[in-house]
């Protein structure tokens, strides 16, 4: 790949600054994770070191650190002969890890809807708020930062740190994918939709409707997921033939 075509791919360094030293690692952890997420490293890119050094204004030594971490959650895929590559989920893996991710938000949901404190449900209901005007300005980025955040919040308000340890580690396997599942205007329409139900029944206290809308809305984003990816294979498919 020519370093051009990298260089057109990731931000550039007036949006994303130099990192700071005091906090070198974990921002460094934190940059790749989100070119992950928004797709600027997609699934199976080979990652230049050259170029994210110089994009990100760092030596080659924390890079390495910060790749093992993301090897560790999943997200990378370290070969001794080949480098490091963006992780891709084979179809089997992506259906069962989207169904393992359903069975936790439902239950983050229904232990939520009997624990959350009324500051929490008004922390959420303002993330509510503000997603909704990231949709009116068709800010993907910033209406899944808010998304993730009402979730997140809903599996802390389980108060449950088994469950809450475990959806943090395949929820990072799943970001990527969840923040693609938007890409149509129908299915982000229809995630928003969700969300206005969830709202609904935590403020009623509705463990057991909170739980089944959850549930449905990760299988939801499987099966878009699934077909954006049929889409892209096919479109593939024909550039080759």
């Given amino acids: 790949m020519q370093n051009s075509e990298f260089e057109a791919s990731l931000p550039t360094a007036a949006v994303l600054p130099k990192v700071e030293r005091q ?3 974990d921002t460094v952890v934190e940059h790749i994770r989100r070119f992950i ?20 204004g760092i030596s080659r030594t924390p890079l390495r650190e910060a790749l093992k971490v993301l090897a560790a959650e999943g997200l990378i895929e370290i070969s001794p002969n080949r480098g490091a590559s963006v992780w891709k989920m084979s179809e089997a893996e992506l259906r069962e890890t989207f169904e393992l991710m359903s069975g936790l938000e439902a ?10 404190t009324a500051a929490e449900l008004a922390d959420i209901k303002a993330l509510h708020y ?7 300005q068709n800010d993907l980025a ?46 982000w ?53």
């Fill in 23 to 25: 906090r070198l690692h």
């Fill in 37 to 56: 997420v928004e797709g600027v490293l997609e699934p199976g890119k080979k990652l230049n070191e050259r170029e994210l050094c110089e994009t990100l």
């Fill in 107 to 116: 239950f983050s949901g229904e232990l939520a809807a009997d624990r959350m």
């Fill in 130 to 136: 503000a997603m909704l005007a990231c949709r009116a």
């Fill in 142 to 187: 910033g209406y899944y930062s808010r998304n993730q955040a009402i979730h997140d919040k809903i599996n802390e308000a389980a108060r449950n740190s088994a469950l809450r340890q475990t959806y943090i580690s395949v929820n990072r396997r799943l970001q990527a994918l969840r923040f693609r599942s938007n890409f149509q205007i129908p299915k």
């Fill in 189 to 241: 329409d229809s995630a928003i939709h969700d969300h206005d139900e969830m709202l609904k029944a935590l403020e009623a206290r509705d463990g057991k409707r909170l739980s089944q809308i959850l549930r449905q809305h990760l299988l939801d984003k499987r099966d878009a997921v699934l077909q954006v990816q049929s889409r892209e294979e096919a479109a593939g498919s024909g550039l080759k033939a």
